[in-house]
T-cell receptor
């Protein structure tokens, strides 16, 4: 079992739809959870950062963390064609000499159709 | 504020050759990490540098090595290139209050023939 599981998609939705992206993980030491957006042939861009359990909202984006279920989600409201990208979940905990190295999911490729 | 920059943007090498990739960290960031992203995969952690010392390493062989300079910029060196080394190499920097938040550069796309 991989440490972080993420459905690679592809996921195709019409413009204006609510998008739900999810990751599960197995390592209970993870405390910091991030979502990155990666456009084709570009580096990942940080979208959301959450510490421990709870919700965080930023504009059209909402990140949720449920540590008891080892499950994190990213919701995108009123999706736009410009949201078409690969979305990567990433997480880390405080451990030893490699403190802060991120463990990524495979990424979900999202396409928002006009 | 200048973001993370990487050079070159892409390059082609042949098996057995050596390559050096370069990264300039975001202003004020003192920690640099390198990741390898194969096609269709998430980034995989290679190693991390802080105060010019390697202080964390992922599951990569010793032919992957690095340096960090006093201005916090960094190099990734790969010796004896193999076909499977073909990937996007990403540099990320962090620092300040949220030490866990890493900011990525655009990457260097390496093709090994």
């Amino acid at each position: 079992q991989k440490e972080v599981e993420q459905d690679p998609g592809p996921l195709s939705v019409p413009e204006g739809a609510i998008v739900s992206l999810n990751c599960t993980y197995s390592n209970s030491a993870f405390q910091y959870f991030m979502w990155y957006r990666q456009y084709s042939r570009k580096g990942p861009e940080l979208l959301m950062y959450t510490y421990s359990s709870g919700n965080k909202e930023d504009g059209r984006f909402t990140a949720q963390v449920d540590k008891s279920s080892k499950y994190i989600s990213l919701f995108i409201r009123d999706s736009q064609p410009s949201d078409s990208a690969t979305y990567l979940c990433a997480m880390t905990g405080n451990y030893g000499g490699s403190q802060g190295n991120l463990i990524f999911g495979k990424g979900t490729k999202l396409s928002v159709k006009p | 504020e200048t973001g993370v920059t990487q050079s070159p943007t892409h390059l082609i090498k042949t098996r057995g050759q050596q390559v050096t990739l370069r990264c300039s960290s975001q202003s004020g960031h003192n920690t640099v990490s390198w990741y390898q992203q194969a096609l269709g995969q998430g980034p995989q952690f290679i190693f991390q540098y802080y105060r010019e010392e390697e202080n964390g390493r992922g599951n990569f062989p010793p032919r992957f090595s690095g340096l960090q300079f006093p201005n916090y910029s960094s190099e990734l060196n790969v010796n004896a290139l193999e076909l499977d080394d073909s990937a996007l190499y990403l540099c990320a920097s962090r620092g300040g209050g949220h030490q866990e938040t890493q900011y990525f550069g655009p990457g260097t796309r390496l093709l090994v023939l």
